[in-house]
């Protein structure tokens, strides 16, 4: 075995071995791993000319303690993370969540699904997240019972920790105190607590929030939960019998849709559900009589949600039967037709603003559309939130916040009457009171995640609106859309 020495740049390495019974490539890998320098790059210089990868030494001539001269740029050192790899396991719980990117289960405490999914739904609104944060142990005001307060609390606390926890969460405090405040959703059967109607979960929670979320004293958000959630309505009460005419205004929570063979969609169960029929006594005729009963919305929420009138109490068996009849909703709704001709006026102009911003996008000219009825609406579901909104949701302000995120002190975030679904609470099986609950929320990300009880799964938001009924599969009791705003 021959030793040489190589010269490189302005090092010599010295009795560098060769092995004559293997071809010239694998002594360019021994001075590889010495100088750095890749086989391909190497150039050395022998008798005749540069050493080939497939030479034969033997003709090469090389002797015993020869200088060599190679030539060739090294590869760059590579050197070591200045920081190992981090595993997920390894990062506090909180970044844990950041990286899930969704938020953590809720245990089934025994038939509670109806809760679980109650609290999913609301706990993905950022604003009512930011007004239970603000809300003190100490904060319960003279006219708020005792255990509306705990409830408050343990809603801010449950929320809290499902924002922290990576794994599944057990409200035990929250169903506790939900029990104590709403004695029905404590009723044992055998001993075992009964499933219940999720949507009267969330009327009552949501009621006793709005009561102790107010601001006394205060001239801005009067009623964070009203702000949030509140649907103004405006009625006009008909007799047609007499002649008689009155109206009222009111405010409720959520916009119902009625079902019957006529609606297979949700635009249609809308409609249903603001006209009504009522008996009541006639001051003309001195008797009871049939009145109708015509609503408009007068007045929108940042939230909309609608209620899926799919129980009725059925005689016979004693309990509420469920109507199994598809309803189709859309990914984006548009309620400006159910608005009253005064709403619609202040609809307008953020209305067509949306449009503009639309129309820049597919290349359009301005006001090239009109923003009146919804046959010309344009489809805006690429239409990004303004800053205003964005800063919002980020930080959980109410409508009312105006300079933040960019947007000019002087501009106010507006509604169009168009809004996005966010979560949808869904009823598997054939009656309120038995069958499964679950929620299925839109994450800040965009992706869909579906919250069976401890199980949270991802969905396409594809499969989102196939929950529409018609089987015993998963069907829409209760949507929640949130809305799309302008700066103007």
Known sequence: ????????????????????????????CQLYDLTGVPPERQKIMVKGGLLKDDADWSTVGVKQGQKLMMMGTADDV?????????????????????????????????????????????????????????????????????????????????????????????PMQFWMVLRKKYPQFGQLHNGVFMQQDAEECWTQLLYTLSQSLRSPGSSENLDAVKDLFGIELASRIHCQESGEESSETESVYSLKCHISQEVN???????????????????????????????RINGLPRYLTIQFVRFFWKRESNQKAKILRKVDYPLELDVYDLCSDELRKQLEGPRQILRDEEGKKLGLKANEKSSGSKDDDVKMTD?????????????????????????????????????????????????ADSGHYV??????????????????????????????????????????????????
């Open 78 to 170: 590579v050197k070591a993370p200045e920081k190992g790899p981090v595993f997920m396991e390894d990062l506090p719980e909180e970044e844990q969540v950041v990286s899930l990117g969704h938020s953590a289960g809720l245990f089934n405490l025994g038939n509670t699904c109806y809760m679980n999914s109650t609290v999913q739904c609301l706990h993905s609104v950022p604003e009512l997240k930011s007004a239970l944060v603000k809300y003190s142990d100490s904060g319960r005001s003279n006219d708020l019972d005792q255990t509306s307060h705990m409830l408050t609390v343990a809603t801010r606390d449950l929320f809290s920790e499902l924002d922290k926890s990576v794994k599944s969460v057990a």
């Open 1 to 28: 075995m021959l030793t040489v020495n190589v010269k490189w740049q302005k090092e010599v390495f010295k009795a560098v071995e060769i092995d004559t019974s293997q071809p010239p490539n694998v002594f360019k």
């Open 439 to 488: 929620a299925w929320v839109k994450q800040e990300s965009g992706k869909w995640i579906e919250f069976d009880d401890d199980n949270p799964i991802p969905q396409r938001e594809e499969d989102i609106v196939k929950l529409s009924g018609g089987g015993d599969w998963h069907m829409a009791y209760i949507c929640m859309y949130k809305a799309r705003t302008v700066s103007m």
């Open 383 to 431: 239409v990004k939130m303004s800053d205003a909104e964005e800063s919002s949701n980020a930080s959980g302000e109410s409508s009312a916040t105006t300079s933040q995120g960019g947007v000019p002190a002087d501009k106010e975030t507006r509604l169009t009457g168009i809004y996005d679904l966010v979560a949808v609470l869904t009823h598997k099986g054939r009656s």
């Open 265 to 295: 969609h949700l635009h249609e169960g809308l409609k249903h559900g603001l006209k009504s029929e009522l008996e009541k006594a006639s001051p003309t005729l001195g008797r009871s009589a049939i009145y109708l009963k015509e609503s």
